[in-house]
């Protein structure tokens, strides 16, 4: 009786597992699939196993077509391969800043057939045809995330389009200097309609640094990914490298956030002094961390992320991409390119 009953326990707990729990894989370096080292920053699923990607140091804007091919029953990578950038490249003779852009995340529009890039470098987000080469419309970006008005280097990371709500959402990587900055640690997450025009605001607290500044160091919001119930999914990754570089890590966890749950606060909305009851609750879905040091060299710093296939049991997967800064390191170890598979429960 006692055997019957452990074994209907480890049953029962298996269930679930799979059923109710995450799983995160181990991650895939690109590089065995013979793709090359890059600064891969976003990605997007497009349709059945093609994703774009974008390089925030590709010579001109404009993305990549990957083709990602997972086992459909446990999620595992089992192929990858890489097209050559699609951008306009008689930009660089015609306007040289466009190689500047730093394109961080991309999104789709598939009843457009377009797609559109979030550039940290300008802080635009314009739409570009199948080509890689720009439309010539752009979100109509509020002139509080204007590139006068954030903090260096922590602009639109993130960027995501969902269309069953048909909206855009985008959020500077860390707190705008006129809502207090890092003091506060609220960012605001904008919407916008398919009229490309501005919707709703909402205040997003991200978590306390956990980390001790190293020689480079980042904590902000890199990626986001718009669900079909209007739900947001919002990556925070913490990282810090040492001017030795061993005992560099990353720290990257991802919450759930509703903001049909909270009225939406306004571009004057003092961030300084809102109530905590105006801002988003959030649930922690997963967390990882990637470390450099003599026990562990699986260093990756993830910024993009998005759908990837639904399995044979009906579970859905996210893909997340990291940066390696085109493989850089020294004689003894260079960082590679990573893709991670998070295998998440049917309800969450």
């Known amino acids: ?31 065995h699939f013979g793709v090359p080292a890059a600064n891969y920053s976003g990605i997007v699923h497009l349709v059945a196993d093609s994703f774009a990607v974008v390089d925030d140091k590709s010579e001109v804007d404009g993305f990549y077509i990957f083709n990602i091919h997972q086992n459909p029953v446990d999620g595992s990578i089992e192929s990858v391969s ?46 570009y045809d199948a080509s890689g080469r720009r439309t010539g419309r752009r979100l109509n970006i509020p002139k509080q995330f204007s ?57 997003y607290r991200m978590e306390p640094p956990q980390m001790t500044r190293g020689q480079y160091y980042a904590h902000g919001i890199p990626a986001m990914l718009a669900l079909d119930d209007g739900r947001l ?6 990282l810090t490298v040492p ?37 988003l609750e959030k649930k922690e879905l997963f967390s990882f961390s990637t470390h450099l040091n003599l026990g562990q ?13 639904t399995l044979s049991d009906g579970r859905r997967t996210l893909l997340l991409v990291c940066d390696s800064q085109a493989g850089a390191g020294n004689a003894f170890y260079h960082l590679k390119d990573y893709l991670k598979v998070v295998i998440l429960p049917k309800v969450f």
């Not at 009786?1 to 690109?30: N, P, T, V, W, Y």
């Not at 993130?158 to 200097?177: D, K, M, Q, Y």
């Not at 061993?246 to 809102?274: C, E, H, M, Q």
């Open 233 to 238: 999914l919002v990556m925070e990754r913490e």
């Open 297 to 309: 060299l699986n260093y990756g710093n993830y910024e993009g992320m998005s759908w990837g296939a």
């Open 82 to 127: 890489r097209s050559e950038l699609r951008g306009d490249r008689e930009a660089l003779s015609t306007a040289l800043q466009r190689a500047h852009a730093d394109c961080e995340d991309i999104a789709f529009v598939p009843e457009w057939k377009t797609y559109f890039i979030a550039s940290e470098g300008f802080q635009e987000v314009n739409e």
């Open 243 to 279: 001017a030795s570089y061993l005992g560099a890590w990353t720290y990257i966890r991802v919450f759930v956030v509703n903001p049909s749950s909270k009225p939406a606060i306004t571009a004057d909305s003092n961030l300084r002094r809102l109530d905590e009851g105006e801002i």
């Open 1 to 31: 009786m006692r055997a019957k009953l452990e074994s209907g326990i480890i049953l029962f707990c298996c269930a679930c597992l799979s059923g109710h729990a995450q799983q995160l894989l181990k991650q895939a370096d690109m590089g």
């Open 147 to 203: 590139l006068d008005n954030i903090q260096t280097n922590c602009g639109f990371e993130a960027l995501t389009f969902n269309e069953r709500t048909s909206l855009f959402w985008v959020t500077s990587e860390t707190p705008l200097p006129s809502d207090g900055g890092d003091t506060t640690g609220v960012v605001r997450l904008q919407s916008f309609g398919k009229d490309l025009q501005p919707g709703g605001q909402w205040a």
